[in-house]
């Protein structure tokens, strides 16, 4: 069994920069990872990912901002957050999914983007 802790939201200014991590309780280089968010009267969606072989996805709304990355070492993969806007304003999840496609969820962690 997975389980993942995030760590690292709270409030930011607009422009500013942020890092989240996700800390698994297993060895998860076999595990394909990812970042998710959702905000107030809006569908989850998916923000970046990670596979096994390390390439990495973005959204749209995130690219050139964002950046995914995994310490397979430590069992935890980071997502950071450069130039921040308000409508990054969301509880952020962190997902694992193995090769079975087996989906673990963490807790969740808010982050807030205002001035």
């Known amino acids: 069994q997975v389980q993942l802790v995030e760590s690292g939201g709270g409030l930011v200014q607009p422009g500013g920069s942020l890092t989240l991590s996700c800390a698994a309780s297993v060895i998860f280089s076999a595990y394909d990872m990812g970042w998710y968010r959702q905000a107030p009267g809006k569908q989850r969606e998916l923000v970046a990912g990670i596979t096994r072989a390390g390439t990495t996805n973005y959204a749209d709304s995130v690219k050139g901002r964002f950046t995914i990355s995994r310490d397979n070492a430590k069992n935890t993969v980071y997502l950071q957050m450069n130039n921040v806007k308000p409508e990054d304003t969301a509880v952020y999840y962190c997902?694992?999914?193995?090769?079975?496609?087996?989906?673990?969820w963490g807790q969740g962690t808010q982050v807030t983007v205002s001035s």
């Open positions: 997902k694992a999914t193995d090769i079975w496609n087996r989906q673990y």
